[in-house]
């Protein structure tokens, strides 16, 4: 069964009413410690017993929640008067031109100008911030080149995974036109012709390969009188291509 709804009035009896302050300080104390921790608050409390007893609770310090309580108060009370909210933007201004010289004075030392007024604690705390910020700035070029670097190792690798690719798609290629070719030609033998026309037209390679070679087109011999179109073109492409193998072969007497 749920609790009954409190009517907020005085206690008569002073015993329960000690005993109500008591629990009731407790937890605004609380409250207002919580606020000040979840919400990064600045929070003063301040209770007064009957009895003339003080008990508070600041975030920060009592002194300074007053006098910020005091001058914000002031503060709303000068922006309903014009005259006021002149003075107000002034002090503001003002303010603000002294943060903007602080911020000159201190780049001008940090880039090693102005240096005459320094004491040598404040040479060393100048020598300890560029430290740290030369070490924060090489420490983000390192990560930077490193990025590069393993984007490049990617892409190379990508490359020679295409170029593999592509050496085998060229093999697969080659050996294609070779069984091509071997079943056009593969079965003719006129004469016994066969095997040297291949030498001396340059389409083997033997052991005099470094000679000369001269090559000499003609025209494949008729099989029954009729050789198909498609097979004469195949018999020059797999021409050409041995051609090229015996033209990019080193000469193998020279590293003897």
Request: with cysteine; proline share 2%; glycine share 6%.
């Amino acid at each position: 069964m749920g609790r009954g709804k409190i009517v907020i009035r005085r206690i008569d009896n002073s015993t329960s009413r000690q005993v109500t302050f008591s629990k009731r300080r407790n937890g605004l104390l609380k409250k207002a410690k919580e606020l000040a921790i979840l919400c990064d608050a600045e929070v003063g409390v301040m209770i007064l017993s009957t009895t003339g007893k003080l008990y508070d609770f600041a975030s920060t310090s009592m002194r300074s929640v007053i006098e910020r309580y005091n001058k914000t108060k002031e503060e709303h009370q000068q922006l309903g008067n014009p005259a006021s909210e002149v003075k107000f933007w002034q002090r503001e201004a003002a303010t603000l031109r002294k943060q903007l010289q602080n911020l000159q004075e201190n780049h001008r030392q940090m880039m090693g100008e102005e240096l005459s007024g320094l004491s040598v604690k404040d040479l060393q705390n100048l020598e300890s911030q560029l430290e740290m910020s030369l070490r924060g700035v090489r420490m983000k070029k390192d990560q930077i080149l490193m990025d590069e670097i393993q984007e490049l190792n990617r892409k190379g690798n990508l490359i020679h995974q295409e170029n593999l690719e592509l050496y085998n798609k060229v093999n697969l290629i080659r050996q294609e036109n070779m069984e091509l070719y071997k079943k056009v030609y593969g079965t003719r033998d006129v004469n016994g012709t066969n095997k040297d026309s291949l030498l001396t037209n340059g389409l083997g390679i033997g052991k005099d390969s470094h000679v000369p070679v001269h090559l000499q087109l003609s025209q494949p011999q008729q099989q029954n009188h009729e050789t198909p179109a498609r097979a004469t073109k195949l018999g020059y492409i797999f021409l050409h291509m041995q051609t090229a193998i015996v033209l990019a072969k080193p000469d193998a007497s020279k590293w003897d």
